[in-house]
């Protein structure tokens, strides 16, 4: 069976500090790759997505994620947190063969202003 | 446009009783999906309809269950609940006939169970 694995399950920083979530999953076959998060009292919401062509993709607020389809990851990243990055962070994949889509575990980050 | 609603927001039920939750996807989105989330589990999917047809289901028993209208609205259903029931009902929808992943979510109806 298909599954997503995300290496942090919380995450300290402090404002400034470099951000990298890492995200694997187990599937051979066509993947579209997501980044999803959830703000304090929000919604789930797109952070950024992979679905073909350039593996560097860059999403809302700063962020970016690498797709390395050698090692079946794709993993977070961010300069330059902010407090306001303060959230739970998903990293999803979707079969396409299937369409079904697949969550992590999920990653707490707390950034410290 | 409104975004995915999701009815009621908070409820409260005992073991045995049964649950019917409401979503309200995104006008013009025909696919919606379901997910439960918890703190132990994370998000875990429930199943997709498109076209008031189930097209993909997760590794839930049979207590869940649900049905799409021909509006494109969902409801979810719960029968016999137990305590580790208890969770954050997630709605999602998607524009598309092909399901690529990218969602739309609600806000979630979170269910206790006592």
């Known amino acids: 069976a298909q599954s997503v694995s995300q290496h942090n399950h919380h995450v300290i920083l402090s404002e400034a500090a470099s951000l990298e979530l890492g995200c694997n999953y187990s599937y051979g076959g066509t993947v579209n790759l997501f980044w999803y998060v959830q703000y304090p009292g929000q919604h789930l919401q797109l952070l950024l997505k992979y679905f073909s062509g350039d593996p560097l993709v860059k999403g809302i607020k700063g962020f970016e994620a690498e797709f390395i389809k050698s090692k079946f990851s794709f993993n977070l990243r961010k300069p330059s947190v902010q407090w306001s990055d303060t959230a739970e962070y998903f990293c999803a994949v979707n079969q396409r063969a299937t369409g079904k889509l697949i969550f992590g575990q999920g990653t707490t980050l707390q950034v410290k202003p | ?114």
């Open chain 2, 1 to 114: 446009k409104a975004g995915v609603t999701q009815t009621p927001r908070y409820l409260i039920k005992t073991r045995g009783q049964q649950v019917t939750l409401s979503c309200s996807p995104i006008s013009g989105h025909r696919s919606v999906s379901w997910y439960q989330q918890t703190p132990g589990q994370g998000l875990q999917f429930l199943f997709e309809y498109f076209s008031e047809t189930q097209r993909n289901k997760g590794n839930f028993p049979g207590r869940f269950s649900g049905r799409q209208f021909s509006n494109s609205r969902s409801e979810m259903n719960v029968s016999t609940l137990e305590l580790g029931d208890s969770a954050l009902y997630l709605c999602a929808s998607s524009p598309g006939q092909e399901n690529t992943g990218e969602l739309f979510f609600g806000e979630g109806s979170r269910l206790t169970v006592l």
